[in-house]
């Protein structure tokens, strides 16, 4: 309630509408089947927009720019054992982002997703110093039974 409430002025109240008019009114859509067990039927025209309104091919497009490439190294390697697989991501991907696209590429739900920011190294080569690029880590954990191939080839 706020400060200035009290000093508006109140309105009549308005006589709320029988309850008996609502029932008499004609039902919304006239070729609907009866309520089986508390589950209603919707016409086809409405089956078809909820359809339409699940996972999209829009949603996992850029998936790809996400999930830049798999992790192939031997501590990488010894993860997959327990469920868990690794993956270089984009610097501006996120937990909720990675899940995503994990979900879209591969069609499996991950229990985990923990990111790390790997700093370059720093490398000479002759006089010449230089430095690696700054990248991204990402540790999915998966459900026990679920797999991600990524050495399909080899």
């Known amino acids: 309630m706020g400060i200035f409430d009290r000093f508006k002025k109140k309105k009549p109240e308005q006589a709320k509408p029988e309850i008996k008019e609502k029932k008499e009114a004609a039902p919304k859509y ?3 089947k009866p309520k089986v067990e508390g589950v209603s039927v919707l016409p086809a025209k409405d089956a078809k927009e909820i359809k339409s309104k699940k996972v999209k091919k829009e949603d996992t497009k850029d998936a790809y720019k996400i999930l830049i490439k798999p992790l192939v190294t031997e501590k990488a390697t010894a993860l997959g054992g327990i469920n868990k697989y690794c993956f270089v991501v984009a610097k501006g991907a996120n937990k909720i982002t990675i899940k995503k696209a994990i ?4 069609g499996l739900e991950p229990l985990d997703v923990n990111i790390i920011n790997m700093r370059g190294k720093q490398v000479i080569s002759g006089r010449i110093t230089g430095k690696r690029k700054n990248w991204k880590k990402a540790i999915i ?3 026990p039974g679920d797999k991600i191939e990524i050495y399909e080839g080899v």
């Open 103 to 106: 979900m879209g590429l591969y």
């Open 141 to 143: 954990t998966l459900k």
């Open 30 to 32: 006239s070729t609907l």
